[in-house]
């Protein structure tokens, strides 16, 4: 092969490019890639800061890479590598005395399916990964505003307003604290999230009451079918989402220990974390809304079914940061066939309350109350959570007692009224 041939060129650069990184990352604690900011505009190229100093020697070399390689990963996406060039055409290899330091600085634009939570994983290079939120803006709603640095900024509607923030004084929710004329309408703090993540409660609880010994558990999550490029956007599509909830009773104290009741419960909605409304009163304000079907799996006489059309607005009231009310209707119509349980609005009506109050890293009290059609039936389902790692650094999730007393606790019993069940347990999302 003549040495002047593509392949002999591609070749030598990448043994250039190879030979680089090795001398970087064999420097003494010199060399270092710099944290972008958290959102940066996924319509402009993709910028890395490379820092390079020398701390410990009289004077050390570098060689400064051309470009530098990484892998970029999003929710559901796999890795790709992309190359940054450097930006400067200056020299490639340089000598600094003790103290000194330079930063290069190298681009690249990032693929176009690459939005939301993205890491940034460095090849080749001792450099922690990096996850950020990409945004493509949507010029019809004007730029993206900026990210305000948190530990200088005032809690909203705290009691001292011009008191400043530190990082260990309480948890801190990106967005609460801006003024209400410069809400986005989806908050950081919302879209830097995965698209899978939790919907409703997830919890074990068991108890004995009135000589009853019984468990139940929930799992529930929400899937983000689409991705969008700009997280504010309020399409149907770009805020549409599939949701499983299942809900299990479990008999403890029967021979073989059977599960009483199980109901499934799939869903797909249209959901808007944060509309931008906020005032001196209402901190927030979220909606969804959507088809969800419920049934229990069995067929002949336990079978249960029914299918709804709901509407849920969320409405947050005070601090976010700190203790805070929450109240959340679920108004539900049903839809199609109720041959199975025909009477159930009788007994569950046609609206959910949910009320809460709580702060996010403390002690949180949640209620959900059901009155049925007919007088004398409902349900009333409560709930006092607080979280592990205040006990234990570094654990996940919050211990939770519960008490459930009314109709229908599942669907097979939505006619029956039980006696009030206590229990106690884990919840790992509230």
Do not use: C
């Given at each position: 092969m003549p040495p002047t041939s593509t392949s002999f060129r591609i070749l030598r650069r990448s043994l250039i490019a190879g030979a680089s990184l090795l001398l970087l990352?064999?420097?003494?604690?010199?060399?270092?890639?710099?944290?972008?900011?958290?959102?940066?505009?996924?319509?402009?190229?993709?910028?890395?800061?490379l820092l390079v100093s020398d701390d410990n020697l009289p004077q050390q070399q570098y060689e400064i890479p051309k470009q530098l390689m990484v892998a970029v990963s999003a929710d559901m996406i796999p890795p790709q590598q992309i190359a940054l060039r450097r930006d400067d055409d200056g020299n490639d290899q340089i000598t600094l005395r003790k103290g000194e330091f330079r930063k290069y600085t190298y681009s690249a634009v990032l693929p176009p399916n690459m939005r939301g939570n993205v890491r940034i994983e460095p090849v080749g290079l001792d450099a922690a990964p990096m996850?950020?939120?990409?945004?493509?803006?949507?010029?019809?709603?004007?730029?993206?505003?900026?990210?305000?640095?948190?530990?200088?900024?005032?809690?909203?509607?705290?009691?001292?307003?011009?008191?400043p923030v530190t990082p260990a004084a309480s948890v801190i929710t990106p967005g609460a604290n801006a003024a209400a004329n410069?809400?986005?309408?989806?908050?950081?703090?919302?879209?830097?999230?995965?698209r899978l993540t939790f919907n409703?409660?997830?919890?074990?609880?068991?108890?004995?009451?009135?000589?009853?010994?019984?468990?139940?558990?929930?799992?529930s999550f929400k899937y983000?079918?689409?991705?969008?490029?700009?997280?504010?956007?309020?399409?149907?599509?770009?805020?549409?989402?599939?949701?499983?909830?299942?809900?299990?009773?479990?008999?403890?104290?029967?021979?073989?220990?059977?599960?009483?009741?199980?109901?499934?419960?799939?869903?797909?909605?249209?959901?808007?974390?944060d509309l931008g409304i906020q005032n001196g009163i209402l901190s927030r304000m979220a909606v969804a809304t959507g088809l969800e079907h419920e049934s229990n799996g069995r067929d002949g006489a336990q079978s249960r079914s029914i299918n709804m059309a709901f509407v849920r607005p969320t409405f947050s009231f005070g601090n976010l940061n700190d203790y805070?009310?929450?109240?959340?209707?679920?108004?539900?119509?049903y839809i199609g066939s109720r041959e199975d349980n025909p009477d159930i609005a009788r007994y569950r009506g046609n609206v959910d309350l949910?009320?809460?109050?709580?702060?996010p890293d403390g002690i949180e009290f949640s209620s959900t109350l059901r009155k049925g059609s007919a007088s004398n039936y409902g349900s009333i389902d409560s709930q006092l959570s607080y979280p592990v790692t205040k006990w234990l650094p570094g654990a996940a999730g919050y211990v939770m007692?519960?008490?459930?007393?009314?109709?229908?606790?599942s669907l097979l019993t939505y006619n029956q009224k039980l006696t009030p069940q206590f229990r106690i347990g884990y919840s790992l999302w509230r």
């Open positions: 990352q064999n420097a003494i604690a010199g060399v270092a890639l710099l944290q972008p900011g958290k959102r940066i505009d996924g319509t402009q190229p993709l910028q890395l800061t996850l950020l939120v990409v945004v493509r803006p949507d010029p019809a709603l004007g730029p993206l505003a900026p990210v305000p640095f948190m530990a200088d900024a005032p809690l909203a509607h705290s009691d001292s307003a011009a008191a410069a809400s986005a309408p989806a908050a950081l703090d919302l879209i830097n999230t995965s409703e409660p997830m919890y074990f609880v068991a108890g004995n009451s009135g000589g009853n010994s019984n468990a139940k558990f929930q799992l983000r079918i689409f991705q969008p490029d700009d997280p504010r956007s309020h399409g149907l599509i770009d805020n549409l989402y599939f949701a499983y909830t299942q809900f299990s009773l479990w008999d403890l104290q029967s021979p073989s220990a059977p599960f009483r009741d199980t109901n499934y419960r799939p869903s797909l909605y249209y959901f808007l974390p805070h009310l929450r109240i959340s209707p679920k108004i539900y119509a949910n009320i809460a109050f709580g702060k007692a519960s008490v459930f007393y009314g109709y229908g606790e």
